[in-house]
């Protein structure tokens, strides 16, 4: 970690370095790469083997759509709730603004079994699904459904600060100079909201991806049709078959580390635009 | 930023949009966990809680969340502090790293503690003759409760200490204050809501998480047991009721969090006012 | 001002609070080691079961040798309990929904690998078999097998490739074409094929499968185990009812001592006096009350009226043993997989 120049103005740079550096190798690198040089042992053919199968490369497309798609309702649904939570004054605001979190408290076997219950053919929501012809449990929607679940807090809650803090001043300027609502929004306020709104969308969609325990019971796990790729690297574990498994897992996480990458290097690109 | 009463029809439907979002999402499943929760009366419910099994599942949950938000709120703090006040190279690689615990299937997470301390690994050795226990025991528990949260403060403090940028800082930097100072006295006022959400993101997460921890656990009851795997145990013995009852507890503490969130901004908004 | 204060405030309990539960966590962690302390390794249904079970034995126990022992439970599915143990989990015995999950155990090497010949009954002191749910009432006339490949049959069935207990059924429906078809495997597999394009929920689990049943009202027959099936209907008496079909498979959950943990540990004596007690009078009536056929002659007669007659194979005579069934039909590229195959 070498610095390219000499603006380390601020102090507590070797300090927080330390403690980042520390903690991430402990936490995430150490134990990575035991899984990395575990998965090594079994030699690239039977990797190949293992992630290029027509099932296992089926499951990566199903698991990577619905999590996009999850994740996309998540950004539209996120931003509006931050936007209503921070802009305006209503009765139940702080019941709103609370429940937000309660995903993530849900184990998320509980969140599968409360939500299968709910959308399945008998369910509350499910019996007027099904009779418009939309099967919501059991289907790639069901799916979606879960993740959307699970990954709700996310944006709203990356957003949210970002919003309080921003300078009301701005905005008034704009409307001075006879901006129009819309415009206002779309000029002034969105381009500060986009670095959060990424950061959420990332943050959801990758939750999505590795989601298995509030999925598997609302999947129906039909080969080829809803079986998700966590799903098969239980079965390969199942099988005791270690090493296979984590051929699946380490595809996925590339993907996604990929996915992260690509949203990242965006925002500092950004970033870096606006600081010129 | 102000926030208003809502007072056109355009308001409105943002906020009725909103609402029904989290209805239906949201609500409609904790009612459907609280309404298993009584489907046998009060009588039930509260025999489920006062089991013994179930009590020490708490503690054990408690202990694992309070341990996983203290050393994510110490690194969370250093890391966010690293990526926004300095330049150095391969900044989007770093950031993204410390996303990737939540693109990794909770089970996977789990797998890899299992492949750095189990029977497998070369260390196992020196581990059972010092008797040190880590995987199937309580640092176990905790190592995958810290994995699955430790991105959750950093995320949520990165995206708003961007949108302030350093200058402040380096003001302050420049007329001598020494690092500590200069987050006491200059970020933390600025930082402290996107903190606050942070601590509750991963507090909540903490209590809920089941997939990584059921795979190090080693499911011994009253020991090795937190609330979530509890829960599975009591689900997959047929026992309907007392599984949400217990869940309804986890929902009960991520709301009492949310007062105590809510307690702590009103603290300060009135100890604001008085200084004014 | 007043904030900061807040915040110091809320630090300060945050750490005394992690500095006590981090004292009580040690004590857990050394527990382990102090040998007064006796863990079964089980799969899920069996809680109770062993619950009332080790109250039983600990007396007895206790009677036997004046030691006090503290018994723990540990439950999950049986594939996941079995890799638990052999990633290091200390049970004392291992009581799994099959034997193939005790297999791969002892190839570890932290079991005996003749282990199954240790115990009477192939180490299996209870059994149970598939059976299938209906509604009530029958509505859709289910008999037999063979009814399961009508079009009008809706099933659900746990996945074989993540649930062990799964297998037996799988394997159970394999018996039935088999005779059917004089062991004509590509019939066999078309039976099964038809027979599987009629799932409509494959769960990663027995229980999953039963809530998708029961709770959901998906589908109209449930293949489970007789233990589970018999549970439900106790449960809700008026909503369901149990076929027993003309052929099945005998399920035989196994149990072993774990070696290498009770040399270390010195529990070696009370692990197997654990394990014969499970074939003793009072061992198989808690079984048989938890549902589990018992082995015993005599308290089989005393629950014959719920446990229905049938004519059962077993694993070892139609199968060739588990390690042989396991590759065949399970493994990657396996008859599972087979009929799964896209065309």
Redesign the interface.
């Known amino acids: 970690m070498k610095s390219f120049s000499n603006k380390k103005v601020i102090p507590g740079y070797r300090f927080t370095c330390g403690i980042t550096f520390f903690y991430l190798s402990l936490i995430l690198l150490i134990p990575l790469a035991a899984f990395v040089l575990y998965t090594a042992g079994m030699g690239w053919e039977k990797f190949l083997a293992v992630v290029l199968d027509y099932r296992v490369f089926h499951a990566y497309y199903i698991s990577l759509l619905t999590a996009l798609a999850a994740a996309v309702i998540n950004g539209v649904f996120g931003l509006l709730l931050a936007w209503v939570l921070v802009r305006y004054d209503f009765f139940g605001k702080r019941l709103l603004d609370g429940l937000i979190d309660l995903p993530f408290a849900l184990p998320t076997a509980v969140a599968g079994i409360a939500l299968t219950t709910l959308y399945a053919e008998n369910g509350w929501l499910g019996q007027y699904l099904y009779a418009l012809g939309i099967p919501s449990a059991f289907s790639p929607l069901g799916i979606t459904l879960a993740m959307v679940f699970v990954g709700l807090p996310f944006v709203a809650r990356s957003v949210q600060p970002v919003l309080r803090d921003l300078d009301p001043q701005v905005e008034e300027a704009a409307a001075l100079l006879g901006a129009g609502d819309w415009l206002t929004f779309r000029r002034v306020i969105f381009p500060e909201l986009v670095s959060p709104l990424l950061t959420g969308f990332s943050l959801s969609f990758a939750r999505g991806v590795g989601e298995y325990g509030s999925v598997v019971f609302i999947a129906g796990n039909l080969p080829y049709e809803t079986e998700i790729a966590p799903l098969l690297i239980m079965a390969k574990l199942e099988q005791f078959d270690y090493q296979a498994a984590a051929a699946i897992a380490l595809v996925l996480l590339l993907l996604s580390f990929a996915i992260l990458l690509v949203i990242n290097g965006y925002q500092r690109y950004r970033v870096q635009k606006q600081g010129v | ?6 007072h056109n029809f355009r ?1 409105w439907g ?2 009725g ?3 029904v ?2 209805l ?7 009612i ?2 609280a309404s ?1 929760a009584l489907a046998k009366g009060w009588q039930v419910y509260l025999d489920a809680l006062n089991e013994p099994f179930a009590r020490k599942a708490l503690f054990l949950t ?2 694992a969340t ?2 996983a ?3 994510n709120t ?2 969370g703090l ?2 966010a ?2 990526l926004t ?9 770093w ?14 997470a789990g ?11 070369p260390i ?1 050795p020196f581990l059972r003759a010092e ?3 880590i ?5 176990g528990i ?2 995958a409760t ?2 699955v949260t ?2 959750f403060i950093t ?2 403090l ?3 200490m ?3 940028g ?1 200058s402040e ?2 003001a302050a ?2 007329m001598g204050a ?3 100072t ?3 006295r200059v970020t ?3 930082i ?3 903190l606050i ?1 942070g601590v ?2 991963c507090t ?2 903490a ?5 990584a921890v ?2 190090v656990s ?7 047991n937190t ?2 795997l509890h ?3 009591l ?4 026992n ?1 009721t007392a ?2 009852a217990v ?1 309804s507890i ?2 009960i ?3 009492v969090i ?1 007062i105590l969130r ?1 307690l ?1 901004e009103w ?2 908004k ?3 006012r ?2 004014n | 001002m007043k904030a900061r204060k807040w915040f110091g405030l809320a630090a300060g309990v945050l750490f005394t609070i992690g500095a006590l539960t981090g004292c009580s966590g040690d004590t857990a962690a050394d527990n382990g080691s102090a040998g007064k302390e006796f863990l079964n390794v089980s799969y899920d249904p069996t809680r109770e079961l062993f619950a009332e079970f080790n109250e039983k034995f600990k007396e007895e126990w206790k009677k036997e040798s004046g030691e006090d022992v503290t018994f723990s439970q540990s439950h999950g599915g049986s594939g996941k309990q079995a890799r638990s143990v052999r990633d290091g989990l200390e049970a004392d015995v291992v009581t799994l929904a099959l034997a193939y999950d005790v297999d791969e155990i002892a190839q570890a090497g932290l079991i005996d690998k003749d282990w199954i010949k240790k115990f009477p009954d192939n180490s299996a002191p209870y059994t149970s078999t598939i059976v299938f749910l209906v509604r009530k009432g029958n509505p859709k006339n289910i008999h037999d097998w063979n009814d399961l490949v009508r079009d009008d049959v809706q099933i659900v069935t746990p996945n074989p490739k993540t649930s062990g207990g799964a297998r037996w059924n799988y394997l159970a429906a394999w018996e039935y074409a088999k005779e059917h078809n004089n062991g004509d495997e590509a019939k066999i597999k078309d039976f099964l094929k038809v027979m599987f394009s009629h799932v409509v929920a494959l769960d990663s689990g027995a229980r999953g499968a039963t809530t998708s049943f029961v709770q959901r009202g998906q589908g109209d027959v449930l293949i489970a185990w007789e233990n589970e099936a018999l549970l439900s209907v106790k449960d809700a008496p008026n909503d369901y009812e149990i076929v027993v079909p003309s052929i099945s498979i005998l399920a035989e959950p196994s149990v072993a001592v774990v070696d290498e943990v009770v040399e270390r540990k010195g529990t070696r004596k009370l692990a197997e006096a654990y394990i014969n007690f499970l074939y003793s009078k009072e061992g198989q009536e808690i079984a048989a009350k938890n549902f589990y056929r018992p082995r015993d002659k005599e308290v089989a007669a005393k629950y014959a009226n719920v446990f229905l007659p049938l004519k059962l194979v077993t694993i070892d005579g139609a199968f060739g043993g588990w390690t042989k069934a396991q590759k065949e039909h399970f493994a990657d590229g396996g008859t599972f997989d087979q009929i799964y195959e896209k065309k």
């Open positions: 930023m102000v926030a208003v009463k809502p308001q943002l906020i949009l909103a609402a979002f989290l239906v999402m949201l609500v409609l499943p904790l459907l966990v298993e408690l202990e309070v341990a938000v203290l050393g110490v690194f250093a890391s502090w690293l006040k300095y330049d150095f190279r391969g900044k989007a690689f950031s993204s790293l410390l996303d990737l615990p939540f693109a990794i299937s909770p089970v996977v797998l890899l503690f299992v492949i750095l301390f189990g029977r497998m690994s196992y008797h040190i226990a995987i199937f025991a309580v640092p905790i190592l810290v994995f430790f991105p995320r949520e990165v995206p708003i961007e949108a302030q350093r800082e380096e930097a420049t020494s690092g500590w200069i987050f006491r933390l006022p600025n402290k809501w996107a959400y509750i993101l909540a997460r209590l809920g998480e089941f997939g059921s795979v080693g499911h011994i009851r009253g020991k090795t609330l979530p829960i599975e145990i689900y997959n013995e047929y309907f599984a949400f869940a986890l929902v503490l991520a709301v949310l809510n702590v603290r300060a009135r100890g604001l008085n200084g």
